[in-house]
């Protein structure tokens, strides 16, 4: 292939794409003999040689020496031979240089798909290993398109793309507009875009907060945690490791600077900023700030707390529709649960009501199982006889004695409930029988008096269809005048 300029393209191309130069003129050769063997077969041997002096691809095809020819394609006679190598002898390889424009128009429209197709495979090779290292990197780009609500974005070197899934609510692009956003993940086998980005991810915000607060990025201090609901509320938990810096006042920043410009790049999501404490109860508690905590119940194995507030701090502490809660739990780890202190007072009053209902058990034992955590009947049911026993004055006979009464008090309760449902459900069934009847039978009265009604009135009224208004209904017109 005779063309002066392919060493001048194969290093502009490996310059603008960021691919390999060496990987570019394989992709050349095997172009050319892909073309070769389109135009003369596949059986022919063909060679192609990049020759780095002349910027040219050469290409030869090579022909086994013999006595006597019997494939053209791959033999050549020891006379033609000699002509080319005085030199030659029956056995060797001959190479001749082929011209590419003689291929024709077929075999250069194959050249040309095998050099697309390489170019973006090796596109494809040099995108991922470039970005497989930056994922969770914060990465700025162009708005270049919208595909079915996806967001495609210009980075430069390729393109990237904001699923709908990613994007935060309310948030509106145009084309040409900036974009900041967080590397998630970069496919190999992808058609489209192989950088997926997003702005929901909790990451997002701990990188941001990376970049604005120096002592997080010198890992003074450490960010433990954060949760997000996108584009409404945001938690983030951070520690000092040095006790005279302020992680929070670090993040907050002076008047507020550092946090202002998070909130400013997530379009105004607030943000709580958390100290962080090792003791889980007591982070419970930071997280669910400004309300006030009463008491926290810890229930290890489900890795659950009952959060008691008072009263008047209970929808601080659930939070518009449950967010704050429900951000508290990601952020912590824990399943909360919060209830006032009247909730709690109340449900603590029916389960200690409960106790008293089994046979056997006293106010003296209801106390002494109130304060080893068994606090309804329902719960000394499924108690462990082994734990039962711990208690003072509770021996093993009794221990099961105690949890066969619960069980007996338990369906008893059952039991009145079902019936006091059933009562309440035939009670408000008779009611709408009532109610259902009392119409009908107002008509039937209506009904009946009609033909007295009837009867009393005279042919002459009931023939006049005027109506008559300011009669007297009793009328004797026998009576006389009175006489003078």
């Known amino acids: 292939m005779l063309m002066a300029d392919v060493k001048r393209v194969v290093e502009q191309v490996s310059r603008d794409k960021g691919i390999d130069r060496q990987i570019l003129i394989q992709a050349l050769e095997e172009a050319l003999r892909s073309a070769a063997r389109k135009k003369y077969g596949a059986k022919i041997d063909i060679e192609a040689n990049f020759n780095d002096q002349s910027g040219e691809i050469e290409l030869f095809q090579f022909k086994e020496v013999v006595e006597e020819v019997t494939e053209p394609d791959l033999q050549i006679s020891l006379q033609e031979g000699r002509k080319l190598d005085p030199e030659c002898e029956v056995g060797d390889s001959l190479g001749t240089k082929m011209d590419a424009a003689t291929f024709g128009r077929i075999a250069a429209q194959s050249?040309?798909?095998?050099?697309?197709?390489?170019?973006?495979?090796?596109?494809?090779?040099?995108?991922?290993?470039?970005?497989?290292?930056?994922?969770?990197?914060?990465?700025?780009?162009?708005?270049?398109?919208?595909?079915?609500?996806?967001?495609v974005v210009n980075l430069g070197a390729t393109e990237a793309v904001l699923p709908v899934r990613e994007q935060v609510p309310r948030e509106s692009y145009r084309r040409g507009d900036r974009i900041r956003a967080l590397i998630l993940d970069v496919l190999y086998e992808s058609r489209g875009p192989q950088v997926v980005l997003t702005r929901t991810h909790p990451d997002f915000l701990v990188m941001l907060f990376k970049t604005e607060v120096p002592e997080i990025a010198e890992g003074i201090v450490d960010i433990k945690g954060a949760a997000r609901e996108p584009g409404s509320r945001a938690k983030i938990a951070v520690a000092s490791t040095d006790s005279d810096i302020d992680p929070v006042g670090a993040c907050v920043g002076m008047k507020g600077s550092r946090v202002q410009n998070v909130v400013q790049e997530l379009r105004g999501e607030k943000i709580d900023i958390i100290p962080w404490h090792v003791d889980a109860a007591k982070f419970v508690c930071n997280a669910l700030a400004p309300a006030e905590i009463s008491r926290v119940i810890i229930d290890e194995e489900n890795r659950a707390m009952e959060v008691i507030v008072p009263d008047d701090?209970?929808?601080?502490?659930?939070?518009?529709?449950?967010?704050?809660?429900?951000?508290?739990?990601?952020?912590?780890?824990?399943?909360?649960?919060?209830?006032?202190?009247?909730?709690?007072?109340?449900?603590?009053?029916?389960?200690?009501?409960?106790?008293m209902q089994v046979e056997g058990i006293g106010p003296g034992m209801a106390d002494a199982l109130f304060e080893k955590g068994y606090y309804s009947a329902e719960e000394l049911a499924g108690a462990?006889?082994?734990?039962?026993?711990?208690?003072?004055?509770?021996?093993?006979?009794?221990?099961?004695?105690?949890?066969?009464?619960?069980?007996?008090?338990?369906?008893?309760?059952?039991?009145?409930?079902?019936?006091?449902?059933?009562?309440?459900?035939?009670?408000?069934?008779?009611?709408?029988?009532?109610?259902?009847?009392?119409?009908?039978?107002?008509?039937?009265?209506?009904?009946?008096?009609?033909?007295?009604?009837?009867a009393a009135t005279s042919p002459a009224e009931a023939s006049d269809p005027v109506e008559k208004e300011n009669v007297p209904e009793q009328i004797d017109t026998n009576e006389k005048p009175p006489q003078e």
Request: glycine share 6%; no cysteine.
């Open 111 to 151: 050249a040309k798909q095998v050099i697309i197709q390489k170019l973006k495979d090796a596109e494809r090779d040099a995108v991922y290993s470039n970005f497989i290292d930056r994922k969770g990197e914060i990465i700025n780009g162009i708005v270049q398109r919208f595909d079915r609500g996806d967001i």
């Open 313 to 355: 701090f209970l929808s601080v502490a659930i939070g518009k529709r449950g967010q704050n809660v429900r951000l508290a739990s990601k952020l912590t780890g824990w399943h909360l649960d919060v209830n006032s202190e009247s909730q709690y007072n109340q449900t603590m009053q029916s389960g200690y009501n409960s106790l």
């Open 384 to 454: 462990d006889i082994e734990d039962l026993t711990q208690i003072r004055g509770i021996g093993e006979e009794k221990a099961k004695q105690m949890i066969l009464n619960a069980k007996v008090a338990l369906l008893a309760a059952k039991t009145r409930a079902e019936a006091a449902a059933a009562a309440a459900t035939a009670q408000a069934a008779a009611q709408a029988q009532d109610q259902k009847q009392t119409p009908a039978q107002t008509q039937e009265r209506s009904d009946a008096a009609a033909p007295t009604e009837a």
